[in-house]
């Protein structure tokens, strides 16, 4: 039953995600000096932010299910404690291996993103469902955008470790704050786990709705990978040789681009979801040609950064608002089912984008980007022959009902 969600709480649950996120994506823009004190080459550095993202997707078909059956409010709780748990490792790893198993350990629990939207989705009334996720998604992109500024100065000063045991103290002072501060979101259901995890792989088949903007999450997270998972690379080269600061404060660019988006909730509650993703990735796939120009300044490429995330956030707002509006009592596993298809988007856009650098160049990586944006708006494309754009329908008076009303009251 819808109870609504305060302001307060608001803040609170986009704070839970802005911390659970960032535990994947701080190692990027220090992934060249983090990559060489763990001994892991150049070429391979983009396993790093993979095994963030491979434990993440493992999280999403196994744990997110978990919010249709059981109290969300003490999920939350355990999987930030969790989460922190992996963050201490990271913090504390040696060498590449356990980096990676640290990254992804924390990248399986900080599943507690989608377990928090699926839990602002249940609580929310029907009008305030939009705003409340587009609210709560923000601190998303805070985590993903924002822990790139505060990464870039602790690891000029501190070194890239303190990231790690900042977020981990983080989470666990949120699970703390989470398990005291929400209000309770009982499940009470007959299926099972095994069902709902069955229920999951049906819905690729049974669903369309599903399986497009599951094919578009896919494609929209590589291409959004392909630029934060590479950017370090060409900005710490020759011309530019920018430090971890400098790279950092990039991370400002997006994160004003994303947060722009933020009304994507409101027009989606309007009934325009399906044409703000269109819109969204021709701006998507118009982004990289300003992304790929590095020199002689670099302006085109922060104006680039700033619509790029303005288009990925819009996009993924509107796909979360339409299912959740179609799924409203298995929101948590239809999200987690969702995000499995960003987690191997990010994953693919990681790996291809530090490949290509390495192989061809930055243009390279751009291109793959491009395309990959591209690839997204032609699965909307095809989806629109049988999904179109659904707004609210508001009956307006005919002329003949307007006419016999001025005469009636004469």
Partial sequence: MATGVTRAQRWVLAMVCAAAVSTIYAIQPVL??????????????????AAGQIGYFAGLILLVPLGDLINRRQLIAGLLALTSVGAAITAAAPNGGVAMAGLAFAGVFAVVVQVTVAYVAAVSAPGERGRNIGAVTSGVVLGILGVRVVTGLLGDTLGWRAVYALLAVLCAGLAVLTRRGLDPDIRTSDVGYTQVLRSMGRLVTTDRLFLSRGLIAFFLFASFGSLWSGLALPLGAPPWSLGTTEIGLFGLAGLAGALGAGRAGRWADAGHAQRITGWALVLLAASWLLIARTGPTLVPLVVGVVVLDFAVQAVHVSSQHLLTTAHPDRAGSVIGAYMAFYSLGSALGAVTTTWAHTAWGWWASCL???????????????????????????????????????????
């Fill in 32 to 49: 060249a000096v983090a990559g060489a004190e763990l001994g892991v080459s150049p070429e391979s550095s983009g396993v790093l932010i």
């Fill in 368 to 410: 793959f980007g491009g395309l990959y944006a591209l690839a997204g708006f032609a699965v909307w494309g095809s989806a629109q022959r049988w999904m179109p754009d659904r707004r609210p329908k508001i009956n307006q008076p005919t002329f003949r009902t307007r006419y016999v009303t001025m005469i009636s009251r004469r």
